[in-house]
């Protein structure tokens, strides 16, 4: 455990803060970026908000979401930090090319993964939050962040997102709380809902189909890969496709759904999921991953997605007890 007073201080005796999310952003990563972007911004800081990856187009209708950038963009700024705050990250590699800067900066790192490595100076790790934007929400609290419609909204997101819109097993009775306080502060949870989910292209919905055509299913154990070659011929990149693994895992009697996907050629990710028992953060954490006991991934280089497949599918057999 931390002195959450240690962190406290620490953000309020800094006055430039660079704030940065993880590479492949979710709606959790993004929230809680512009969220703790805007509220230190409101104590009269200076403040960037960074993620080194594509930020996905629906979520460029919130709040602050615009304003974020990338390595270059803060190379190009010539921004000296007094601190770097590391959101929604559970290994250093997970911020992109910001990795190279981490080693000469003071690092904070508040995160809500299960197999964080606490590799900041200041760590605030605690995997009982369903969200690092409810994190973030309970930390612009403590530092009396006024909230209004705009940053409650883009706040809700990461609530509403890292939980399947108050499905999932991290839905706890905090959460809804919390979600319900950010409502009555002005959050939009129908503008959020619709928004993130009612805005699939037709393209999305061919290359879910050929996710469809190759699924897989076995005792429990459900699975499908998308080739480097599906995604051009659907017209998709891989952003297209984050959230496929759920339909996977929404299949009757599946407990464990693996989603094996190459973008671009021989770059792999694998997103692991699980409904009830087995822990796919410890099978993501052998292949150099990490996540949440019912939601994980990992990533690979110069790789082969079949390949990939194997070793997955190997490991997950094994904690299936088969
Ligand atoms: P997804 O399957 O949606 O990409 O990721 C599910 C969860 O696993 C998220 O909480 C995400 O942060 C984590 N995760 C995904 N890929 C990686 C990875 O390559 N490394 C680590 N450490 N965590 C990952
Ligand atoms: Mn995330
Ligand atoms: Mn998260």
């Known amino acids: 455990m931390i002195k959450f007073s240690s962190l406290i201080s620490k953000l309020t005796d800094s006055q430039r803060i660079l704030i ?8 959790d990563d993004i929230s809680s970026v512009v969220s703790l972007t805007l509220g230190l911004q409101q104590l009269g800081k200076s403040v960037l908000g960074a993620i080194d990856d594509k930020i996905p187009p629906e979520y460029l209708v919130f709040p602050g979401v615009k304003d974020l950038i990338d390595y270059e963009k803060f190379l190009d700024l010539k921004f000296s930090p007094d601190v770097v705050v590391v959101l929604d990250c559970s290994s250093p590699d997970r911020v992109g090319r910001f990795v190279k800067i ?28 369903a969200a690092t934007a409810q994190m973030v929400f309970h930390l ?34 905090n959460l809804l709380k919390d979600a319900a306080e950010l409502v009555e502060m002005g959050a939009k949870p129908h503008f959020v809902a619709s928004t993130i989910l009612e805005n699939k292209t037709l393209n999305q919905f061919l290359l879910l189909s050929k996710m469809i055509d190759k699924i897989k299913v076995e005792k429990g154990l459900a699975y499908s890969v998308l080739t480097f070659e599906d995604y051009l011929s659907c017209g998709c990149t891989d952003q297209d ?15 464990v759904a693996v989603l094996v996907m190459e973008y671009p050629k ?21 292949l150099g991953g990490g996540g949440h ?14 390949q990939v497949l194997k070793e997955v599918l190997t490991l997950v057999r094994e904690a299936m007890g088969g």
């Open 20 to 27: 940065v999310g993880h590479i492949m952003p979710d709606g």
């Open 102 to 129: 981490l080693p000469e900066h003071t690092i904070v790192v508040i995160d809500h993964h299960a197999t964080n490595g606490f590799f900041g100076d200041i760590n605030w790790v605690d995997s009982t939050y």
């Open 140 to 173: 612009n609290k403590v530092l009396g962040i006024e909230y209004n419609e705009e940053l409650a909204t883009i706040n809700f997101v990461g609530l509403a997102t890292d939980s399947g819109f108050f499905r999932y097993s991290n839905t706890t009775s």
């Open 241 to 255: 496709s984050s959230g496929f693994v759920s339909e996977i895992r929404s299949l009757k009697n599946v407990e």
């Open 266 to 286: 021989n770059r792999v990710h694998v997103s692991l999921r699980s409904k009830n028992y087995v822990d796919v953060s410890k099978i993501a954490a052998t």
């Open 293 to 306: 006991a019912r939601a994980a991934g990992c990533s690979f280089e110069n790789a082969d997605p079949w």
